[in-house]
């Protein structure tokens, strides 16, 4: 049975074939295709999903978090290690920030599980708000997380202050100095049983070496992980530490940049551009293969197989694939360019595949399904934003809007993000009227990514067991042998504006038609199954073809009167 999955062509043909269905003009994003099944004879248990981020580092789990500044910073990027992935701590800040933030992750030896909250000797806590989730606030030497830390103000102790004049002093005239806390090395069990010795709530993490803060961690932290399901091996660099990457841009002065973050520990370098195949990115390449020959760099973003050879040619290591796919960008919208999600991947792994360049498809991911699509297409991990955000190890404070707990979440893109510096991303950092190519939202709280995240690689998992392929490799070559068949699956409806994060979802399959042909019987859109009835509800249709007709008036306004009548009854009753 080996020999039929590993090459056989089904006997009896159903479904297209990747290299037919890609090959029809049309632009797929995930939601637009659907794998049929295969053959199953192993247990899903039994399914591995260790892949390559780059030609030289490997993974066990194919998560990568995105370097976006609601997303990944030093709580993300360890607890994405932890899982068997990686984490690329943004740029949006200042060489010295990122530079921390690395440093911050790679000093722990498990996930962090607190933000801490830091403010300095002279600032004064005036709501028991400010606490947030945490149990005590930290006191540093300059309010900031990678300073000394010089005492603590537990929530309990300020609740218990006399009156508000007292709290409106400043925290050095009531905070308990030289608190205990303990080394960042500690592993979770060391940890553990100091905790329950000491019969502390909550104790600091400080690393020994610099005497940053690294993490608070309180009692009921550690009861909470120990339910957690477990994840993949730990993705660990050649130091022993969390491997952890960073994104950096292409202007000359993110040569400074890129000599600090190395000299932090960062183990792999993302060139984050929205256009990856420009002169800047590849003589950045080249610069840094010249410079850090051993250091891996990941080019992009690129959605074409031109602009993918183009990066292949100057030495990268990996390539990120996705423009305007992400469920806060609006690149395509915008610029009119882009590719849908599930076409870019697959046609730029057919030729990356080539020179053994490992593929990251980055946006548009919202469930385990489009994994499965992602992975399956071609891509050797998956990159997140959304899927992440929201989530404890993400940056910010949670707060409530309309009854829901919310982080915020933002495209690098927005306004917002271009003030603090990813306008580079966008090739406009020497622009004075700056265009936005993504919104601000808010995702509503999911909890922890310890939790979530094994779950979610349990179900690509029984997604591949469907597909009877039993890695990540067997999937590739299932594909390009072509017995893993395909069908378009559905269109979208146009997001016109809303940008909702929740149920915004981009039109990239628009439906053709011309006089006296029907624009419902052309390749993906439904068809009457044999018992007479549409596969997708009449509802679909008519909001499908209302999308179609906003785009396409001027071939409605050619039907036949008697054509136009119908379609109007249709749309009415």
């Given at each position: 049975m080996d020999s039929i999955l590993a090459g056989a062509t089904p006997v009896i043909d159903d479904g297209f074939p990747a290299t037919k269905l890609f090959s029809q003009g049309y632009s797929y994003t995930y939601d637009d295709v659907i794998f049929l099944p295969h053959y199953i004879d192993f247990p899903a248990d039994s399914v591995r999903l260790d892949t390559k981020l780059t030609r030289n580092i490997h993974l066990s789990t194919p998560c990568v978090a995105s370097p976006m500044d609601t997303v990944t910073e030093s709580a993300m990027a360890a607890a994405l290690a932890h899982l068997g992935g990686v984490g690329i701590i943004h740029s949006n800040n200042s060489a010295s920030d990122q530079s921390a933030l690395i440093r911050a992750a790679k000093a722990r030896r498990f996930p962090s599980l607190s933000d801490p909250i830091v403010v300095s000797s002279s600032d004064s806590i005036a709501s028991v708000s400010e606490f947030g989730s945490s149990p005590c606030i930290l006191v540093t030497k300059t309010g900031a997380k990678n300073s000394g830390l010089l005492g603590v103000v537990s929530k309990s102790d300020w609740l218990a202050m006399d009156n508000v004049n007292n709290k409106e002093a400043r925290v050095s005239d009531y905070m308990v100095k030289s608190p205990v806390t303990v080394p960042s090395s500690y592993s979770f069990e060391d940890l553990a049983g100091y905790l329950a010795n000491s019969k502390l709530d909550f104790v600091a993490m400080v690393d020994e070496g610099s005497g940053e803060v690294v993490d608070v961690v309180a009692s009921a932290d550690v009861e909470r992980i120990k339910g957690y399901p477990r994840g993949g091996v730990p993705s660990l660099g050649v130091d022993g530490k969390f491997l952890v990457g960073a994104a950096i841009g292409t202007r000359e002065e993110d040569k400074e940049r890129l000599e600090h973050l190395v000299k932090a520990g960062a183990n792999v370098v993302v060139l984050d551009s929205s256009q990856g195949n420009s002169s800047y990115q590849i003589e950045m390449i080249k610069y840094v293969k010249r410079t850090y020959p051993k250091l891996d760099v990941i080019g992009g973003n690129v959605v074409t197989m031109y602009q993918a050879q183009n990066l292949i040619q100057a030495g990268v290591d990996g390539l990120r694939v996705g423009m305007g796919s992400g469920s806060i960008c609006t690149t395509q919208e915008v610029c009119a360019v882009g590719r849908g999600q599930a076409t870019a991947v697959y046609k730029v792994s057919s030729i990356a595949e080539q020179s053994g360049v490992p593929v990251i498809a980055d946006g548009g991911i919202s469930n385990s399904g489009h994994i499965v699509k992602a992975l399956v297409l071609g891509a050797s991990t998956v990159m997140m934003g959304s899927f992440l955000a929201g989530s404890n190890e993400a940056p910010g404070a949670y707060e409530f809007q309309g009854g829901r707990r919310v982080k915020k979440y933002r495209g690098m893109g927005s306004l917002e993000a271009m003030t603090k510096g990813s306008d580079a991303r966008y090739l406009g950092d020497k622009e004075k009227l700056k265009i936005a190519q993504g919104v601000v939202g808010a995702v509503a709280d999911k909890g922890s990514v310890l939790k979530f995240i094994p779950y979610s690689m349990q179900a690509v998992k029984q997604g591949l067991?469907?597909?009877?392929?039993?890695?990540?490799?067997?999937?590739?070559?299932?594909?390009?042998?072509?017995?893993?068949?395909?069908?378009?699956?559905?269109?979208?409806?146009?997001?016109?504006?809303?940008?909702?994060?929740?149920?915004?979802?981009?039109?990239?399959?628009?439906?053709?038609?011309?006089?006296?042909?029907?624009?419902?019987?052309?390749?993906?859109?439904?068809?009457?199954?044999?018992?007479?009835?549409?596969?997708?509800?009449?509802?679909?249709?008519k909001v499908e073809f209302m999308g179609w007709f906003l785009m396409k008036r001027n071939l409605f306004d050619k039907w036949p009167p008697l054509l136009k009548a119908a379609a109007a009854y249709w749309l009415v009753f």
């Open positions: 067991q469907d597909l009877g392929a039993s890695s990540l490799q067997s999937a590739h070559n299932l594909l390009r042998l072509g017995v893993l068949r395909l069908e378009v699956w559905r269109t979208k409806q146009v997001s016109s504006g809303s940008n909702e994060l929740a149920g915004s979802i981009k039109f990239n399959h628009l439906m053709e038609g011309s006089s006296g042909s029907n624009p419902f019987c052309q390749l993906g859109c439904p068809q009457k199954s044999s018992n007479g009835r549409f596969e997708l509800e009449q509802h679909k249709l």
